[in-house]
């Protein structure tokens, strides 16, 4: 990952799904963001506490549950922890409220317990710009894997979190009665290649890779 040596990031898979959660800090400030907590809660907070860390916001990039499910429990029990200043939850899209509103619905589909519905503080939209940790994230609107999708891009870091939309080797799923293929390929190919090969993407399950690499070898993009 191409990054200030300001910025420390620790990337901690979440629930039986693997989900990627990111904590990105300050090493300096030792403040902090949050982005897509899918769940396991207490396990994030140790590594917040561990870090001495005071988190500004909780980003999320769309609205299945292994991204959201423990945001609003994320959020408040920091509130708790920092005297009562409430962290922003903010994204995605709100073409996403209808997955954010359904994920208690969401986990017992799949027998997992302890999600709840997310309830945003405000939604985002393409083209916005987010000062957070003294660094502009770019948001943009990727969909086909949901219709709300963003990706949270920081172009001095060189990074993006893309959540669940390029994968190494691979994309998002778009199986689901609101995903559309062609609406994924045609944003990916739009809104995340132009952003430079150089940049590294950090996706919502397994490895970061980069846009190069994934212009280069990503048979779903061909």
Request: hydrophobic share 40%; charged share 20%.
């Amino acid at each position: 990952m191409s990054q200030p040596s300001s910025l420390a990031l620790e990337v901690v898979p979440v629930t039986a799904f693997a989900q990627n959660c990111s904590i990105l800090w300050d090493r300096r400030s030792r403040h902090a963001i949050v982005v897509d907590p899918g769940g396991d809660v207490p396990r994030l907070l140790k590594v917040i506490a561990d870090r001495n860390l005071t988190v500004d916001a909780i980003l999320l990039t769309h609205g299945h549950l292994d991204h959201a499910g423990g945001a609003d429990a994320l959020r408040d029990e920091l509130t708790v922890r920092q005297d009562g200043h409430q962290v922003p939850l903010i994204g995605p899209d709100a073409r996403d409220d209808f997955l954010l509103s359904s994920i208690t619905q969401q986990a017992a589909r799949f027998g997992v317990e302890g999600m709840q519905d997310a309830h945003v503080d405000r939604f985002v939209t393409d083209g916005e710009r987010l000062d957070l940790l003294g660094h502009e994230f770019q948001v943009l609107h990727v969909p086909g894997h949901t219709p709300g999708h963003v990706v949270f891009f920081d172009p001095q870091a060189r990074f993006a979190f893309v959540g669940d939309t390029l994968f190494q080797g691979s994309v998002g799923r778009t199986d689901f009665p609101y995903g559309d293929a062609d609406v994924l390929k045609e944003a990916i190919v739009r809104q995340l290649l132009p952003l430079g090969d150089d940049v590294t993407i950090l996706p919502g399950h397994g490895p970061a890779t980069t846009i190069g690499a994934e212009r280069q070898g990503n048979l779903f993009l061909r």
